[in-house]
């Protein structure tokens, strides 16, 4: 997808504040080009976010936010976590369904990514763009974390991919995996993997995570439909940094 596929949630932080853009400045990932979109943000007291939606035709937003459609979609992409003072404060994360009065950062939405943590896990959560993946922020519903710790001073990317595929029922099955750059870099086609430490398949039989149509799950009705894109947020931090490559986007119809 190419640079006017994508449009800026509303009530992004500024680039004043956060700073962003295409940089050969933070090392890509395997098989990558020269460039990245990265992140840094200049202001201590800087909390929100930035992030970008998918801008196409079925894509804006897909599928009825009011009543049950079928289908879902797909969002995939390699997110970092770049080392800063302290290795706290900052969550790049993939976008699925998000809704609200969007596209905007207050939106609630499917999110995987990089957990504010140090050592950080990917995690699956269901929480508004703004609240990144801060666990101590009560917003954020944690619905999954991989078992395996990561180390910031290791600059891994992780190429991830969040399907949201909407039950006939009203029920929302997400489906997380990821694929290994070091064995698998871009350019070469991917081999997605289920992650470590993410629901079994139980009880439902397949693998992921099952946001019911009783709101037993997470106490709030599952995300039908909506935006499909990524975000960075950062919670009173400064010279926090993040970067994302090889994103794309699908839909299921």
Request: proline share 6%; with cysteine; charged share 15%.
């Amino acid at each position: 997808m190419g640079q006017q596929d994508w449009a800026d949630l509303d009530s992004s932080l500024t680039d004043a504040t956060l700073k962003r853009g295409v940089t050969a400045g933070i090392a890509g990932p395997a098989g990558g080009n020269s460039f990245v979109y990265g992140y840094n943000s200049l202001d201590a007291e800087a909390v929100g976010a930035h992030g970008k939606v998918v801008d196409l035709t079925g894509f804006t937003p897909t599928g009825s936010l009011l009543t049950v459609p079928d289908g879902g979609g797909s969002v995939r992409g390699c997110v970092k976590r770049v080392s800063a003072p302290n290795n706290m404060g900052m969550s790049p994360m993939l976008i699925a369904c998000a809704q609200g009065s969007g596209p905007s950062v207050n939106d609630y939405a499917y999110l995987l990514g990089l957990s504010d943590a140090d050592p950080y896990e990917i995690v699956l959560a269901k929480a508004p763009i703004l609240s990144g993946l801060a666990e101590a922020d009560e917003n954020v519903m944690i619905l999954a974390r991989s078992s395996t710790q990561y180390s910031m001073g290791d600059g891994l990317w992780h190429h991830l991919r969040l399907d949201a595929i909407i039950q006939p029922n009203g029920d929302v099955l997400l489906q997380a995996f990821e694929n290994d750059l070091a064995t698998h870099p871009l350019g070469t086609a991917p081999v997605w993997t289920e992650i470590p430490g993410f629901p079994n398949g139980q009880p439902s039989g397949d693998y992921g995570y099952i946001d019911d149509a009783l709101f037993v799950a997470t106490g709030l009705a599952p995300l039908w439909g909506g935006y499909w894109g990524w975000a960075y947020a950062v919670n009173a931090a400064i010279n926090r940094r993040g970067a994302f490559d090889a994103l794309e986007a699908y839909r299921v119809t």
